[in-house]
């Protein structure tokens, strides 16, 4: 128990919290039911795709049609649209804005332990602490459902997400600052506790070693992998390999516009711009030198905004390094909230990454570049493997799958612990099961809804208004 938890300031930031719940019962959130006025979802994708790269968006539309689960993936928007016309608690953190199953993982940190966290944050941006639960307890229900899992299966995958959230959050609410800050999940514990886990027969044999598999692959995920996979000499240079419209190299991408002299000399710039935003001034990043880069098409709800893989080179050709420069656009939270503090969205990610992650990527930075059609556009980078793994919600079975989800919310409350109080939210959530009922109540009707668009989505690609290539 902290030393101060009886303090006055303590004993006030635990009234406000259980003054929040006279304002927004926790009941109140397990209630959904689209409004007459609800804009139509695929007015809102066709929105979207204006700002994206026209050729890309027939695959984004063919990825997101695959499953309910992929175009969930896809429609944080639509969520994010509909979680504004919810109760709200009022109780604000750093969202992710779209955490589903698939964006939590491993990867490696800068002292080079592999760690379990949130891995995406193109939507980051100060809110709601309920909607990020929102969005992952209902990805889970999502998942679920395409899984073929039962309804009481997947009920007690819900509850383990929002327990997970709820006693967690109350445990790092009764501990000191530091331990709260420094609070981590990384690999050794997640092991250690998944064998806890199999000896109270909450998990099995399989769950233990289909985790230790993960472990093992992301360590081989490094930036030498990455290399002997993209990454070709031609003519005596290295040279990213084409794959269009997945991967194109930059010199077909801008044609004639730019020299081959030009391109490299205004990345140096770029690079060196970049690198200001990085944590520390001596970095090792100064010892490595432009190479090649290449526009790559990346996940899901990102196909079509403009990615690049950057080849750099230290001492020699075999001290490779690959950079990802990511474009960041807009949050899709920012129509219902307030805007972002950063007039760049690059800055407005990383920013938020480092504050949600317990530890962030060395390279992680950002920059801003004009590109096509003279745009200036925003963007963060960090390094495109770096021990990075995840498990596939498309494989789990659901006792593993209950363990998963029961990660992912633990790991959820330690972001929002991080930059929103804790005290005042475990306060709000209390020791009672009320919270997380009302959160899988919510997650079970907003599924419906999401089969409800995944319908028209299809429909309106079957009918021609929306257009789906797969590659």
């Not at 964006?103 to 940190?109: D, V």
């Not at 299966?153 to 006693?167: I, P, Q």
């Not at 494989?395 to 612990?417: D, Q």
Request: glycine content about 8%; hydrophobic content about 40%; some cysteine.
């Amino acid at each position: 128990m902290d030393a101060h938890a009886g303090s006055a300031g303590f004993r006030e930031r635990r009234a406000n919290g259980r003054a929040a719940r006279e304002r927004s019962p926790r009941s109140s959130h397990g209630s959904w039911e689209p409004s007459a006025q609800r804009v139509d979802p695929i007015s809102l994708l066709e929105e979207q795709a204006s700002a994206r790269i026209p050729e890309l968006i027939p695959v984004r539309h063919a990825r997101m049609m695959v499953s309910p689960f992929t175009f969930y993936r896809g429609a944080a928007l639509l969520m994010a649209a509909d979680l504004a016309t919810a109760p709200t608690s009022g109780l604000t953190v750093q969202l992710c804005g779209d955490a589903h199953l698939s964006n939590f993982g491993l990867f490696g940190t800068p002292e080079r332990r592999l760690t379990f966290d949130i891995n995406d944050f193109d939507e980051t941006l100060p809110g709601p602490f309920e909607w990020d639960v929102k969005r992952l307890v209902s990805s889970i229900e999502v998942a679920g459902r395409h899984r073929g899992f039962t309804d009481d299966e997947r009920r007690a995958m819900l509850l383990a997400a929002t327990r997970g959230y709820r006693k967690h959050m109350l445990d790092l609410a009764a501990a000191s600052a530091i331990d709260a800050w420094y609070n981590t999940f990384d690999v050794e514990q997640a092991q250690s506790w998944l064998r806890d886990e199999r000896k109270a027969s909450r998990a099995g044999k399989r769950q233990v070693e289909g985790f230790d598999t993960v472990v093992a692959k992301a360590r081989t995920r490094d930036r030498m992998k990455a290399f002997s996979k993209l990454v070709a000499r031609v003519d005596g240079k290295l040279r990213i390999i084409a794959d269009p419209p997945l991967i194109v190299p930059v010199e077909d991408v801008v044609g004639d516009e730019r020299s081959a002299e030009e391109t490299e000399a205004l990345m140096r710039l770029l690079l060196a711009q970049y690198q200001t935003t990085l944590l520390t001034e001596r970095h090792p990043l100064s010892e490595y030198t432009y190479v090649h880069m290449a526009r790559k098409v990346v996940g899901v709800g990102s196909v079509g905004t403009r990615a690049w893989i950057l080849l750099l080179t230290g001492r020699d050709d075999a001290d490779p390094l690959l950079l990802q420069a990511k474009e960041a656009q807009a949050s899709v939270l920012e129509r219902f909230l307030p805007p972002s503090r950063y007039t760049s969205h690059g800055e407005r990610v990383v920013r938020g990454q480092r504050l949600m992650q317990a530890a962030s990527d060395t390279f992680l930075g950002w920059q801003s570049a004009t590109g096509d059609g003279g745009v200036k556009r925003d963007f963060y980078l960090r390094q495109l493997h770096d021990w990075k793994g995840s498990i596939d919600p498309e494989v789990m079975v659901p006792k593993g799958a209950m363990l998963y989800a029961r990660m992912c919310g633990e790991t959820l409350a330690r972001a929002h612990a991080r930059s929103g109080d804790r005290v005042e939210i475990a306060a709000y959530l209390g020791r009672s099961a009320a919270f997380d009922e009302a959160i899988a109540d919510f997650a079970e009707r907003y599924a419906d809804q999401n089969d409800a668009d995944y319908r028209s989505f299809v429909d309106a690609i079957h009918s021609g208004r929306l257009k789906a290539a797969e590659v």
